[in-house]
C-alpha cells in the first residue's frame, strides 16, 4: 500500500471542485417583493412589510420591542442609543470582531474598552471583563463570535452586580441558544445582522431587540431621527437620532427570509455539529469550544491549532487548501482596534481627541499591541472553514478527512 501524501508533497487532494454556495434568496422574495412594487409604496410607515418582519422576529424570540434599521452596524448603534452613555462613558466589549461592534460606541461619545477572549471558546473572559470595570462603566456588550455563545450567567451576574446594562451583539448568531434560552433574549438588547453572509440576509440590514419599555421606546425614536410621529401639531423631536428607517423593499426580503430561518439554522446546525463530532480526537487541533447546554450555529467553523503542534496556524491552513478545503488563517489578524487607524490613534472627530481627552473619560488609555495579548495570540492560532446549509453530509465528511490528514502528517 503507497504511503499516504499530503497533498502539498505531491499527495492526493482529499477534495476536488470545490463546494457548493447555494443562493439564498428566491421566489418567496421574488413574491414578496412583487406585492411591495404594486403597491407602489416603499415607505415603512404605511406599509406592511417592515412591521410583518419586525413583528415576527420578534415573536420568535419573545421579545416586546423590535427596531429594524438598514444594517447590523446600525442595530448596534440603536442599541448604543438605548443605553445613551455620556461622554466617557465606557463599554466593555471583545476585541475579536467587526468595526460595527465598535462605531456605534464612538459615535455616542463613549469609550470601548477591550477585554480579552478565552483562548478555547474565542469568546469574552468573564472573569477578565470584570477586572475591566470601573466606576465609567455603563455597558458590556457580549459578542456570540461566529455563532457561539457567550457564557451568559457570569456575564449577566456582573452586570447585575455592578448595574450595568447588556448588549447581545449577535451578528453572527441567529437563533444561537444558551441553555435553552436563544441569544438576544437574556441581555437587556440584542443586535442582529442582516449583511449578505449572514445566516438571514437582506444584503444589508439589522434589527435590534428589547423588552424594556423605556429602552424599546427610545431606540425606536432613534432610529427615525427623534420624531414623534403619532404626535399632533408641530413636530416633535426628543430624541437626537439619526435616519437608520429600513424600507419596504428591504423589508420584504427581510419578511421571506425570516420566514425560512428556523430551517436555515437546523441545516447549518445539522452540519456543523456532525464537522464537531467528526474531528474529535484530532491531534494537534481543537475545535472552538461549545459549552455545555448551548447549540452553535456556525457562521463560521473555528479551529485553535495548539500551542505544541508541529506546525505553524499558517503552514496548517495552507496544507488544507492544497486538499481542497477552503480556510482562512487568522480571522481579522490582530484585535480589532489594531486595525482601525482612527480608533488606534483615537482621532475621529476631525483633528481632535474627542471623545477620549473629555474632562470625564479615564486618562492616559491606549489601544496598542500589550491591550489584549491574550486575544493577539488566539487570532495567530486561528483557523476558520465555512459552513452553510448548502453543503451536503459528504462535504462535510471531506472537510472532517482533510483536517485529519494535514494534522496527522504534516510536520512529521
Known amino acids: 500500500m503507497a504511503e499516504e501524501k ?3 508533497d505531491g499527495g492526493t487532494p482529499v477534495h476536488t ?14 413574491e414578496q417583493l412583487g406585492e411591495v412594487i404594486e403597491s407602489g409604496n416603499m415607505f415603512y410607515t404605511s406599509g406592511t412589510k417592515v412591521k410583518g418582519f419586525a413583528e415576527e422576529f420578534a415573536e420568535i424570540h419573545g421579545a416586546k420591542h423590535a427596531i429594524t434599521s438598514t444594517s447590523g452596524t446600525a442595530a448596534l448603534h440603536v442599541a448604543i442609543a438605548m443605553v445613551n ?35 478555547d471558546t474565542f469568546n469574552m473572559d ?9 466606576d465609567k462603566t455603563k455597558a458590556i456588550m457580549a459578542i456570540h463570535l461566529f455563532g457561539n455563545p457567550c457564557d451568559m450567567d457570569p456575564i449577566m451576574e456582573i452586570a447585575k452586580k455592578h448595574n450595568l446594562i447588556v448588549i447581545e451583539d449577535c451578528s453572527q448568531a441567529h437563533m444561537s441558544e444558551y441553555k435553552g434560552k436563544l441569544v438576544g433574549t437574556m441581555g437587556d438588547i440584542g ?42 401639531g408641530p413636530r416633535k423631536y426628543t430624541v437626537f437620532g439619526i435616519n437608520y428607517r429600513m424600507n419596504e423593499l ?5 419578511l421571506a427570509q425570516v420566514r425560512k430561518m428556523k430551517d436555515v439554522i437546523t441545516l447549518r446546525r445539522a452540519r456543523g455539529d456532525l464537522l464537531s463530532e467528526l474531528l474529535a480526537d484530532t491531534p494537534h487541533v481543537q475545535p472552538q469550544v461549545l459549552l455545555d447546554g448551548c447549540k452553535h450555529t456556525y457562521w463560521q ?35 480589532i482596534f489594531l486595525c482601525h487607524d482612527a480608533l488606534r490613534t483615537q482621532t475621529i472627530f476631525g483633528k481632535s481627541n474627542f471623545p477620549f481627552d473629555h474632562p470625564n473619560a479615564r486618562p492616559d488609555l491606549t489601544y496598542d499591541e500589550s491591550t489584549c495579548p491574550i486575544t493577539q495570540k488566539v487570532l495567530d492560532h486561528m483557523v476558520t472553514v465555512s459552513i452553510s446549509q448548502f453543503l451536503s453530509e459528504d462535504d462535510i465528511r471531506d472537510m472532517a478527512a482533510g483536517i485529519k490528514k494535514v494534522a496527522r502528517l504534516l510536520g512529521k
Open 126 to 134: 468573564p472573569e477578565d471583563i470584570e477586572r475591566k470595570i470601573t
Open 17 to 30: 471542485g470545490g463546494f457548493p454556495s447555494g443562493n439564498k434568496v428566491g421566489k418567496e422574495e421574488l
Open 250 to 254: 428591504t423589508g420584504a426580503v427581510a
Open 85 to 119: 452613555p455620556s461622554p466617557g462613558d465606557e463599554i466593555i466589549l471583545g476585541p475579536i470582531t467587526d468595526i460595527g461592534s465598535v462605531i456605534g460606541i464612538v459615535f455616542q461619545t463613549a469609550i470601548p474598552i477591550f477585554c480579552e477572549v478565552r483562548p
Open 191 to 232: 443586535c442582529f445582522s442582516l449583511q449578505q453572509s449572514k445566516h438571514i440576509t437582506t444584503g444589508d440590514g439589522g434589527i435590534t431587540i428589547t423588552n424594556d419599555d423605556d429602552l424599546g421606546t427610545r431606540g425606536k425614536l432613534f432610529a427615525d431621527k427623534g420624531w414623534h410621529r403619532d404626535a399632533y
Open 6 to 8: 499530503l497533498a502539498i
Open 301 to 335: 467553523y473555528g479551529l485553535r491549532v495548539l500551542d505544541d503542534a508541529p506546525f505553524t496556524p499558517t503552514d496548517f491552513a495552507r496544507a488544507l487548501k492544497a486538499e481542497g478545503i477552503g480556510c482562512g488563517q487568522g480571522y481579522i489578524g490582530k484585535p
